[in-house]
């Protein structure tokens, strides 16, 4: 995240973004996602028309408890 400091506010300007095609996302997963991790925004563009925003998922965004996921597990 990158701020602009003043003597009497900071001010948030951007987070930085990524754009990558599937192909170099394949070839560099764990780079790219330890990137988000830290804040970094990544779109990943498939094709012309299609892209993908890749967000991490908080524990706030799971729908069910660790114990409920693993009480419905198939086995």
Known sequence: M???CTKYV???IADIM???STGEF????KSYLDKVDNGTELIIQR???RSYKVIPVEED???MT???FFARRIY
């Open 2 to 4: 990158h701020y602009i």
């Open 10 to 12: 900071h001010i948030k």
């Open 61 to 63: 965004d799971t729908l």
């Open 66 to 68: 660790k114990e409920e």
């Open 26 to 29: 394949r070839g560099k997963q």
């Open 47 to 49: 094709s012309k028309n």
């Open 18 to 20: 990524l754009i990558v």
